[in-house]
């Protein structure tokens, strides 16, 4: 539908404060007059905003001009006895005494009828924030608070950038989108856009990124100038990326099974091989910050017997899943024709969550049938620790020297705070159940994600930053 | 003391996005942490790679889900399935219908997870880089033995075959050999049990020839082009080349609980474009059939 442009401002504040209207319109809209406004206060887009209201048979109706000027709806008369706002690039057409609500095109209801009152229309605030797709948050102490800045939606992955920032990536059918948001307002920009790029992987000094690519060159964008740079083009399979602590390379695991561990100079796009020992299927990868101790986990695949001579149907197949559970390993690279170590070898399933950035200690959460998944700490000499063994431990992910917790406690979840160098404890917080993932970021604040959308946490409010 | 602020965080707060369209399912983190279950998994040693990391990113958000997995062809997959000793099958094809040498196996529900690109290979030594379907079959069904009958320098040609039940065996023999047989003996005649044994096989065999999933080729190895076309995704995605498949993971019936949750990972656009293609996979939604 195209817009009337013709039709000025001015003529729509008019019709919204009714004190002109054509003959139709007023025929059809019942005015109640000498009704007593009230001013009330909203957040809006975290500015104060004070806004007219009115309360008619115990519902509270607020001023459609008042709510649309904060929030920048543009309205204009229509030739339908209404007006039409026009918000980031929707139209809603309303009428006064009316709960029909055209949105783009479409017919829907209101719950409440508007309401004409004193030559104004009045909307409830839920109706509102339908209408025009907003959010709203009701914090403890009563304030509500509304905000309509578009965000990121479906995000696949959000990960911290630096204390203020979140890079958010939305992956669709037609490529991978990767997005700058800021952690305070949800506002994003784009930073890249691709077809075939791998998750984006932050270096540790916070400016730049990498990723690979399908053919498996590698580039790192400069998330300032938003330039991507390959640093190499070498074409092997590259499962994961790993920043070395000073940002000056990165290193990988290579291959469709993850054989071999080399690094990738960044100064001069030189791979060299830190460990090839034919263990295949080595993941986790986690290096120290001096980039001398390497941890990973190892499957291995189980056994599997079939005789092909004997007819199908006999289903002749038998499958040992013996000594098929991940383990740890660590490999000290600064000792000449070192060999990898396997810290751990014991029969629970392990998810492993990082290593201590002096290589002192690698975390996993070990799970067991019908026992609490508990988080589990293995130290150089293989001394196994249970720094978290009386809860249920949902997830846990390391950032700096902390470990978070994400762990079952019952009518809500708990968030634990582990230090890695001493393995102690503190409850930060409890959260909803409806929370199923912790983003942490050495420095930055805690975010959440709670129904698929992520929060932050905005000191001691959480403001949601993606829909 | 106990920090209680994020209590005070309404919950009810709510996004209220009705009018401006629908609301999209979420995709990240959909898996609910408390998601407990075994999952075993068989078959495909092409599709093990992919699903070893599909397993490993989905653990991190469901750490009481144990996934084992395993390989020795794609047969072996719907077997362990029919015989209850797997929950997901790994086939490189529909194993609830008939294909040449297999029967159905009644009951099973295929999933497709992949797509899988396969490559007639060589030995880095032959000097071949083009075949046609006839010069395939020829070979395969050991009717020419020396490279020079096809272009090549004046060698003894050695066969590498994948062993019955490899589902990359099916769909070679269906889509390359255009349903012709193999040979399945002779002096310059080898059978291999794996995608990696295949790979070894042609990269330390001279004059060998084999085929293998697109992945698995190296720069030990040349692919061939068939009919004149290289196998390549972008031809597996246009339409021009037709020696691929769909991978599949087959359930007995519809899966349920933790396997159905597995699956729906493999299935998602974050996987899917994500790791997948990372691992050389091709994404389903890519194809147009």
């Given at each position: 539908?195209s817009?009337?442009?013709t039709?000025?401002?001015t003529?729509?504040a008019?019709?919204?404060?009714?004190s002109?209207?054509?003959?139709?319109?007023?025929?059809?809209?019942?005015m109640?007059?000498?009704?007593?406004?009230?001013?009330s206060?909203?957040?809006?887009n975290d500015a104060?905003?004070?806004?007219?209201?009115?309360?008619?048979?115990?519902?509270?109706?607020?001023s459609?001009?008042?709510?649309?000027?904060?929030?920048?709806?543009?309205?204009?008369?229509?030739?339908?006895?209404?007006?039409?706002?026009f918000?980031?690039?929707?139209?809603?057409?309303?009428r006064?005494?009316?709960k029909?609500?055209v949105?783009?095109g479409?017919?829907?209801?209101?719950?409440?009828?508007?309401?004409?009152?004193?030559?104004?229309?009045?909307?409830?605030?839920s109706?509102?924030?339908s209408?025009?797709?907003a959010?709203?948050?009701?914090?403890g102490?009563?304030?509500?608070?509304?905000?309509?800045?578009?965000?990121v939606?479906?995000?696949?992955?959000v990960?911290?950038?630096?204390a203020?920032?979140?890079?958010a990536?939305?992956?669709?059918?037609?490529?991978r989108?990767?997005?700058?948001?800021d952690?305070?307002?949800?506002?994003f920009?784009e930073l890249?856009?691709?077809?075939?790029a791998?998750?984006?992987?932050?270096?540790?000094?916070g400016q730049?990124?990498?990723?690979s690519?399908?053919?498996?060159?590698?580039?790192?964008?400069?998330?300032?100038?938003?330039?991507?740079?390959a640093?190499?083009?070498?074409?092997?399979?590259?499962p994961?990326?790993?920043?070395?602590?000073?940002?000056s390379?990165?290193?990988f695991?290579?291959g469709d099974?993850?054989?071999?561990?080399?690094?990738?100079?960044l100064?001069?796009?030189?791979?060299?091989?830190?460990?090839?020992?034919?263990?295949?299927?080595?993941?986790?990868?986690?290096?120290?910050?001096?980039g001398?101790?390497?941890?990973?986990?190892?499957?291995?695949?189980?056994?599997?017997?079939?005789?092909?001579?004997?007819p199908?149907?006999?289903?002749d197949?038998a499958?040992?899943?013996?000594?098929?559970?991940?383990?740890?390993?660590?490999?000290?690279?600064?000792?000449k024709?070192?060999?990898?170590?396997?810290?751990?070898?014991t029969?629970?399933?392990?998810?492993?969550?990082?290593?201590?950035?002096?290589?002192?200690?690698a975390?996993?959460?070990?799970?067991e049938?019908?026992?609490?998944?508990s988080?589990?700490s293995?130290a150089?000499?293989?001394?196994i620790a249970?720094?978290?063994e009386?809860k249920?431990?949902l997830?846990?992910?390391?950032?700096g020297n902390?470990i978070?917790?994400?762990?079952?406690?019952?009518?809500?979840?708990?968030?634990?705070?582990?230090?890695?160098?001493?393995?102690?404890k503190?409850?930060?917080?409890?959260v909803?159940n409806?929370?199923?993932?912790?983003?942490?970021?050495?420095?930055?604040p805690i975010?959440?994600?709670?129904?698929?959308q992520?929060?932050?946490?905005?000191?001691g409010?959480?403001?949601?930053?993606?829909? | 003391?106990?920090?209680?602020f994020?209590?005070?965080?309404?919950?009810?707060?709510?996004?209220?996005t009705v009018?401006?369209?629908?609301?999209s399912?979420?995709?990240?983190?959909?898996?609910?942490?408390?998601?407990?279950?075994?999952?075993?998994?068989?078959?495909?040693?092409?599709?093990?790679?992919?699903?070893?990391q599909a397993?490993?990113?989905?653990k991190?958000?469901n750490?009481?889900?144990?996934i084992?997995?395993?390989?020795?062809?794609s047969v072996?997959?719907p077997?362990?399935?029919?015989?209850?000793?797997?929950?997901?099958g790994?086939?490189?094809?529909?194993?609830?219908?008939?294909?040449?040498?297999?029967?159905?196996?009644?009951?099973?529900?295929a999933?497709?997870?992949?797509?899988?690109?396969?490559?007639?290979?060589?030995n880095?030594?032959?000097?071949?880089?083009?075949?046609s379907?006839?010069?395939?079959?020829?070979?395969?069904s050991?009717?020419?033995?020396?490279?020079?009958e096809?272009g090549g320098?004046?060698?003894?040609?050695?066969?590498?075959?994948?062993?019955?039940g490899?589902g990359?065996?099916?769909?070679?023999?269906?889509?390359?050999?255009?349903?012709?047989?193999f040979?399945?003996?002779?002096?310059?005649?080898?059978?291999v049990?794996?995608?990696?044994?295949m790979k070894t096989?042609?990269?330390?065999t001279?004059?060998s020839?084999?085929?293998m999933?697109?992945?698995?080729?190296?720069s030990k190895m040349?692919?061939?082009?068939?009919n004149?076309?290289a196998?390549?995704?972008?031809?597996?995605?246009?339409?021009k080349?037709?020696?691929?498949?769909?991978?599949?993971?087959?359930?007995?019936?519809?899966?349920?609980g933790?396997?159905?949750a597995?699956?729906e990972?493999?299935?998602?656009?974050a996987?899917?474009?994500?790791s997948?293609?990372?691992l050389?996979?091709?994404?389903?939604?890519?194809?147009?059939?």
């Open positions: 539908m817009i009337k442009k039709i000025v401002v003529a729509l008019t019709a919204l404060s009714v002109i209207v054509g003959a139709a319109a007023a025929a059809q809209t019942q109640k007059q000498a009704i007593g406004t009230q001013q206060s909203l957040s809006i104060m905003a004070s806004i007219r209201s009115v309360t008619l048979n115990g519902i509270t109706y607020m459609i001009r008042d709510l649309g000027n904060a929030v920048g709806v543009y309205f204009e008369v229509n030739d339908k006895g209404g007006v039409s706002a918000f980031q690039g929707h139209t809603i057409e309303l006064g005494l009316s029909e609500i949105v783009d479409a017919a829907r209801e209101l719950q409440y009828a508007v309401e004409n009152v004193n030559n104004m229309y009045f909307i409830t605030l109706d509102f924030i209408a025009i797709g959010e709203s948050t009701l914090d102490a009563g304030q509500v608070s509304l905000s309509t800045v578009q965000k939606k479906d995000p696949s992955r990960i911290w950038l630096n203020s920032s979140l890079l990536s939305v992956i669709e059918e037609e490529g989108f990767d997005y700058i948001v952690a305070k307002t949800g506002q920009t890249l856009t691709t077809t075939d791998s998750d984006l992987v932050v270096a540790p000094n730049t990124a990498a990723y690519v399908e053919s498996g060159a590698v580039y790192v964008i400069d998330l300032a100038s938003k330039q991507s740079k640093v190499t083009y070498d074409g092997s399979i590259k994961e990326l790993v920043w070395s602590a000073d940002s390379a990165i290193y695991l290579q099974k993850g054989s071999v561990i080399a690094k990738l100079n100064s001069d796009g030189k791979i060299s091989k830190v460990l090839e020992d034919k263990v295949d299927y080595k993941a986790n990868l986690s290096v120290s910050a001096d001398s101790q390497f941890h990973y986990t190892v499957i291995k695949p189980g056994a599997v017997t079939a005789d092909s001579s004997k199908v149907d006999q289903d197949v499958i040992d899943l013996t000594g098929t559970e991940p383990q740890v390993y660590r490999f000290d690279a600064s000792i024709d070192g060999k990898p170590e396997k810290l751990t070898a029969t629970d399933d392990k998810v492993f969550v990082g290593a201590a950035a002096d290589g002192s200690k975390f996993y959460v070990s799970a049938d019908n026992k609490l998944a988080l589990v293995v150089k000499d293989k001394t249970k720094l978290i009386d249920d431990v997830q846990a992910v390391m950032a902390k978070y917790v994400l762990a079952d406690g019952g009518s809500s979840e708990i968030v634990y705070e582990i230090d890695a160098a001493t393995g102690q503190k409850e930060l917080s409890t909803p409806s929370v199923t993932e912790l983003i942490v970021a050495a420095g930055a975010a959440i994600v709670s129904d698929g992520v929060s932050v946490d905005n000191n409010q959480w403001k949601k930053v993606t829909q | 003391m106990k920090s209680k994020f209590k005070n965080i309404a919950f009810t707060a709510i996004a209220l009018a401006f369209g629908s609301i399912m979420a995709n990240i983190a959909d898996a609910a942490s408390k998601l407990s279950g075994k999952i075993v998994i068989n078959g495909s040693s092409a599709l093990l790679p992919l699903t070893l397993a490993n990113e989905f991190k958000l750490p009481k889900v144990k084992s997995a395993s390989a020795a062809g072996t997959g077997q362990a399935v029919r015989k209850g000793i797997a929950d997901i790994a086939c490189d094809w529909d194993a609830s219908l008939d294909v040449p040498g297999f029967k159905k196996f009644d009951g099973q529900v999933n497709k997870v992949a797509v899988i690109p396969f490559a007639a290979v060589t880095s030594n032959v000097k071949v880089a083009n075949l379907t006839k010069q395939l079959q020829d070979i395969f050991g009717k020419v033995k020396n490279w020079k096809v320098s004046d060698a003894e040609i050695v066969v590498v075959n994948r062993a019955f490899s990359t065996r099916v769909n070679f023999q269906m889509k390359a050999l255009d349903g012709a047989d040979m399945t003996k002779g002096d310059n005649y080898k059978e049990k794996s995608s990696g044994d096989a042609i990269e330390t001279p004059n020839i084999g085929y999933d697109l992945v698995y080729v190296t040349t692919a061939l082009k068939i004149d076309i196998p390549t995704e972008a031809n597996v995605i246009n339409g080349y037709k020696v691929w498949s769909y991978g599949y993971y087959m359930t007995k019936g519809q899966p349920t933790a396997t159905k597995f699956i990972y493999v299935q998602s656009k996987f899917q474009n994500g997948l293609k990372k050389k996979f091709i994404p389903i939604s890519a194809m147009k059939n």
